[in-house]
């Protein structure tokens, strides 16, 4: 089955400055990528989404890249603030029965 | 409402009870699916539904869990017997359709086993 790696698991910035967390997958059948944002306590929040159609992707201050040969992909947040420290889970679907595939999760830490 | 709704929004119970946790999709969404976080862990994939149907039981960990759902709508995870091991977040989402993306998620069960 499919298996989604992300790295690192813990990440540090400065506010204003940029983020990228990078995933792994290994199913070269996966065609969906999405991205979510989860908070203390609550549940995954989607913030950005890719198919493998398209090669980048971007929403005001966040964008995803996908690497098809390489079977990685990237999310990128520009200009970050602390409001974006939050753990962040990649994941991957073959599209088949839709199950997602989740990364470990990565906790992005946004110094003021 | 407008987005998941998943209840209790915490469950403390004693080992070797059963338990029920309850999941109200997007009105309208065919499609439903069941995961379960460890504490900080991923999330692994347990069950979906398209309809009331269950094509994929393939992440369910034992014969001790087993999920419904009735009227394309609301579904319960029902867990017996529970074992301290399956204290974890159990997170619902729904989707439009089997193969329609994304899956939008509640803000789950959060289950405690003493």
């Known amino acids: 089955g499919e298996n989604v790696e992300q790295h690192p698991s813990t990440l540090s910035v400065q506010e204003g400055d940029s983020a990228v967390i990078k995933c792994t997958y290994s199913d070269s059948a996966s065609n969906y990528f999405p991205w979510y944002k989860q908070e203390l306590g609550k549940g995954p929040q989607l913030i950005i989404d890719?198919?493998?159609?398209?090669g980048e992707k971007k929403d005001q201050r966040i964008a995803v890249t996908l690497n098809k040969t390489a079977k990685h992909f990237s999310l990128h947040i520009t200009e970050t603030q602390p409001e974006d420290s939050a753990v962040y889970f990649c994941a991957a679907s073959t599209g088949a029965n839709s199950k997602l595939t989740f990364g470990k999760g990565i906790t992005l830490s946004v110094r003021p | 409402g407008a987005g998941v709704s998943q209840s209790p929004s915490n469950k403390v119970t004693e080992k070797g009870k059963d338990v029920e946790l309850r999941c109200d999709p997007i009105s309208g969404h065919t499609a439903l699916y069941w995961y379960r976080q460890r504490l900080g862990q991923g999330l692994e994939f347990l069950i979906y539904?398209?309809?009331?149907?269950?094509?994929?039981k393939s992440g369910l960990p034992s014969d001790r869990f087993s999920a419904e759902r009735t009227g394309e709508s609301v579904s319960t995870l029902t867990i017996q017997r529970t074992q301290q091991e399956d204290s974890a977040v159990y997170l619902c989402?729904?989707?439009?359709?089997?193969?329609?993306?994304?899956?939008?998620f509640g803000d789950g069960t959060r289950l405690s086993i003493l």
């Open positions: 539904f398209q309809g009331n149907s269950a094509p994929d």
């Open positions: 890719i198919r493998s159609n398209v």
């Open positions: 989402a729904s989707s439009l359709m089997q193969g329609r993306q994304p899956q939008h």
